[in-house]
Every structure is written in C-alpha cells, then in structure tokens.
C-alpha cells in the first residue's frame, strides 16, 4: 500500500462522539486527500492538504474536519459524529497536485450507532 | 457532480477469457485513469491516459481512450482468478480533482 498506513482499521463510536481518524505515509509525498467510500456513490472527495497547516474542502466536507501538522500525516476529524458517517474512509497521496496518480491506504470501517 | 460511469456494473468470466470494462465521460479532460480495488483493500492505481494519447499498454492491460466520444475501455487479457476486483475510471472533477465512478464488478472464475 505504497507506504501509507491507517489507524485504526475498524472502529465502532456512538452517535455525538468525537472520532479521530489518521493517516501516515513515509512516501514524503506533498499532496494528500481523504475520502468516503459508500455503496451507490462510489469515492467522495472529503478534504485535501496542498502541504503543511494547507488544506481545504473537498464535496463532501459538511461535519469533517482536518489538519496536517506534518508531511506525513494527516489526520480527520468527525467532531460529533452521525450514523450518516458511516462508512469506509480512504486516505491517497500523490506527489502531483490536483489530477496525478494516487497512492491509497488499506482504509477504516467506520459504523456509528 | 458525477463525471466518469462505468458500464458493465458487474462483469462474470471463466478464466483465459479477455474483460472489457468501459468508462463514459460528461466534460472535457485532461486525463483519464483506471484503478483496482480488491475486496476490503484500497485502491490501486493501474494506468493513467492523457487526452491526447489513443492507446495505452501495461502488461495484461490495454486502455483506449475516444476523446470525440468521451469513453475509454480498459481490456484485460487472458484473464486469471487473482484479476477478481473492482474497477473505477477517475478523471477530471470537482475543482481540478479526480472523480471516481462507481465501478465495474469483475468475477473471474477458475
């Protein structure tokens, strides 16, 4: 997986809960981006960091959030989150901005009761 | 905000068999790829094409890209067991970024 691990894989939280979702990948790559994967809608762009403290909104943002203190990780954030969010969160890397190949990481089962 | 749709949605062969799996496209791009994703994995990228290239090679894997049409074709020869996946088109989306359709089911049968 291209040197790009998720932690953790699976993770079970209430509704209204904080979850934490993280991403770290030794590839020294610039460009990373979360997303959601879900039956009938395939892959959703949720957040993408550009670098450094440098992200923005991908679609679907709405109730997420991120930051990336270090190239290598890249953490998102659920602040309280709804069983909508249930999901299977993707985190990618690329080493070429907007439209370049990316490299994805094993994912995370998230089910929120 | 939905860009490339795959078609078949599901595809069942024996293997030695050749796939096909196409891709449809709304707006101009500039590229176009083909990812893998194996059950419970991510995403592995196969092959990318740029919009002024026609023909693609990467070992078993042939993509076609028919820009007039907005279409590509990824061809699997040959087919074997472990080719069992899905496989999505991304291309040009949402501000500059890749979007993914929803992929095409291969089944390859022993």
């Known amino acids: 997986d291209a040197g790009i691990t998720q932690s953790p894989r699976h993770k079970v939280t209430e509704t209204g809960t904080p979850v934490t979702l993280r991403c770290h990948q030794t590839?020294?790559?610039?460009?990373m981006y979360w997303y959601r994967q879900d039956p009938g809608h395939g892959l959703r762009l949720i957040h993408y960091?550009?670098?450094?403290?440098?992200?923005d909104k991908g679609e679907v943002s709405d109730g997420y959030s991120v930051s990336r203190s270090k190239t290598e990780d890249f953490l998102l954030t659920l602040e309280s989150a709804t069983s909508s969010q249930t999901s299977v969160y993707f985190c990618a890397i690329s080493d070429r901005q907007g439209l370049g190949e990316q490299y994805f990481g094993p994912g995370t089962r998230l089910t929120v009761t | 905000s939905q860009q490339g749709e795959e078609d078949p949605q599901a595809l069942s062969i024996q293997e030695g068999e050749n796939a096909t799996m196409n891709c449809s496209y709304k707006t101009s791009i500039n590229n176009l790829q083909w990812y893998r994703q194996n059950s419970g994995r991510g995403l592995v990228h196969l092959i990318l094409i740029r919009s002024n290239e026609r023909e693609k090679h990467s070992g078993r894997l042939r993509v076609t890209l028919d820009t007039s049409k907005k279409s590509s074709s990824l061809l699997i020869t040959a087919s074997r067991a472990a080719d069992t996946a899905s496989y999505f088109c991304?291309?040009?989306?949402?501000?500059?970024?890749?979007?993914f359709g929803q992929g095409t089911e291969l089944s390859v049968k022993p």
């Open positions: 960091s550009y670098g450094v403290k440098d992200t």
């Open positions: 590839e020294n790559h610039r460009y």
């Open positions: 991304a291309t040009d989306g949402w501000r500059g970024k890749l979007i």
